[in-house]
């Protein structure tokens, strides 16, 4: 073999040796699943976009925004729910983004499964920080419907559940007309941050 030759060998072997390692597969596979939130962060906001044009520039003037998916599942007499998100803040230069999960739990009768979607806008920055710092708990505090216009022909958009924090929730069928955070708990993704 010639030195260049067994140079490159070696360094290939190196390199093989070093992506497989698991601590190489971990942040691969971490990666992975922040690529899956944003993902899912920008088909959200797209969506409400095409379904409430002026959240878009809220958005955009905000300290922060974050864009939540859950999925529940009624059996019953209980109801359960799990997802997962990304809150953006606003930086001078760049946005900073913290990825996070959510959970909830509820009795009632109930059978099914409901699928949606939560976008948070933050005008508060001291919301903002407290919901990424200490999460949030929202049990049986927040649960505002938004209204109609007079004839009934559009919807307002955002609810407000906290002065200084509004919030859209999408469902299949499109914007909620009430925004249920009865009972659901936000806290930072460790595996993920």
Same mark, same amino acid.
């Given at each position: 073999?010639?030195?260049?030759?067994?140079?490159a060998?070696f360094?290939g072997?190196?390199?093989?040796?070093?992506a497989n390692s698991?601590?190489? !597969?971990? $942040?691969s596979?971490?990666?992975?699943? !922040?690529?899956?939130v !944003?993902?899912? @962060?920008d088909?959200?906001?797209?969506?409400?976009?095409q379904?409430?044009p002026?959240?878009?520039?809220?958005?955009?003037?905000?300290?922060?925004y974050?864009v939540f998916?859950?999925v529940?599942i009624?059996?019953?007499?209980a109801?359960?729910a799990?997802?997962?998100?990304?809150?953006?803040k @606003?930086?001078?230069f760049? $946005?900073?983004e913290?990825?996070?999960?959510?959970?909830?739990?509820?009795?009632g009768?109930?059978?099914?499964?409901k $699928?949606f979607?939560?976008?948070?806008v933050?005008? $508060?920055v001291? @919301?903002?920080?407290?919901?990424?710092?200490?999460?949030?708990?929202f049990?049986?505090?927040a649960?505002?419907?938004?209204?109609?216009?007079d004839k009934g022909a559009?919807?307002?958009?955002?609810?407000?559940?906290l002065?200084?924090v509004?919030?859209?929730?999408?469902t299949?069928?499109g914007?909620?007309l009430?925004?249920t955070?009865?009972?659901?708990?936000y806290?930072?993704?460790k595996d993920?941050?």
């Open positions: 073999m010639k030195t260049p030759t067994r140079v060998f360094v072997l190196i390199f093989a040796v070093v698991p601590t190489a !597969r971990a $942040d596979a971490t990666d992975l699943k !922040r690529a899956k !944003r993902t899912m @962060r088909s959200v906001l797209a969506d409400l976009y379904l409430h002026d959240a878009k520039g809220k958005i955009k003037k905000a300290a922060g974050a998916s859950n529940g009624n059996l019953v007499f109801s359960f799990g997802g997962h998100g990304v809150v953006v @606003r930086g001078t760049t $946005d900073s913290t990825f996070m999960k959510m959970g909830s739990a509820g009795l009768l109930g059978l099914g499964v $699928d979607r939560a976008v948070f933050f005008s $508060d001291a @919301r903002l920080e407290a919901f990424v710092e200490k999460g949030w708990d049990s049986g505090q649960d505002a419907a938004a209204k109609s216009d559009a919807l307002a958009g955002a609810v407000a559940v002065p200084g509004e919030v859209y929730q999408i299949k069928n914007l909620a009430q925004a955070l009865q009972g659901t708990k806290w930072k993704d993920l941050n």
